[in-house]
């Protein structure tokens, strides 16, 4: 996401190097500056006489909002459809936000989640059963040297994060969906890492993860081939520099609605 409000998506493809392949650009999405935090965006593309709609969270200071809208069916944004609604206050120290919903098509829907981390290092977990209302809250602390995280894995007893610590260590975050929440931590790497402020992630075959690192101070972004994670025994290929600028204050994960995208397991 720009500093303009825009919404980007950047296509890597994980050859070696790495290839990029741009696509439009949603102009005009937020006002100019204000969005600091996003969440993965959905994108449905069967909503009859349109050409899709796309959806997620953003944090706009310390208030986070619902955002959504539609395509025309030339591919332009249709305007009027550009909108947001208010979820609620006190996310000014939010650092990381992201849900997730465990859904193996055509079986109904299991789990919607929602997941966030602080500043103080507190992981919070919210049970979305409604979609409108998240409950059951959970937190874990002792995360504060985490820098930023990426989902992973989605199964029907854990999820599971992908962190980098300001110190440079690589660490799996499995928070099993038992109660109450106690996210188990396992070393990946123990050095040089540190250099990435943003982590996206994509499924690769079944077991594995195809891992951009940016780092915004160069504007420079870095693709990895990462094997199921087993602790320090995990593989990780680096597939090289991606041969584009990563200039823009917000990243995120582009996924198809859920029920279309596959379930992550990568730990």
Known sequence: MTAGGDHTRTIVTATSPPTVQQTPVYTDIYPDGQ???????????DVTGTGGRFSGYVVMGSTMYGSGYLLKEDGSVDRPTVGLSRVGGGWGDATFFDSTTYWKYPDPPMFTT???????????RWDDRSGSVWGNKQTATGFAAVKTMALISQTTTYDTFLANTRGGALYTIRIPRTSPMKPIVKLVRASTWQGFEALVIEKC???????????????????????????????????????????????????????????????
Do not use: C, W
């Open 35 to 45: 969005v600091r935090l996003s969440g993965s965006l959905e994108n449905d593309p």
């Open 114 to 124: 929602k997941y966030s981390l602080r500043s103080n290092g507190t992981i919070t």
């Open 205 to 267: 075959g079944i077991y594995g993860t195809v891992l951009l690192g940016i780092d915004k101070d160069t504007g420079a972004g870095y693709l990895y081939a990462v094997g199921h994670a087993n602790g320090t025994a995990t593989v990780i290929k680096g597939l090289g520099k991606v041969p584009a600028k990563f200039a823009d204050p917000v990243y995120f994960r582009h996924v198809l609605r859920p029920g279309d995208n596959q379930m992550l397991f990568g730990e």
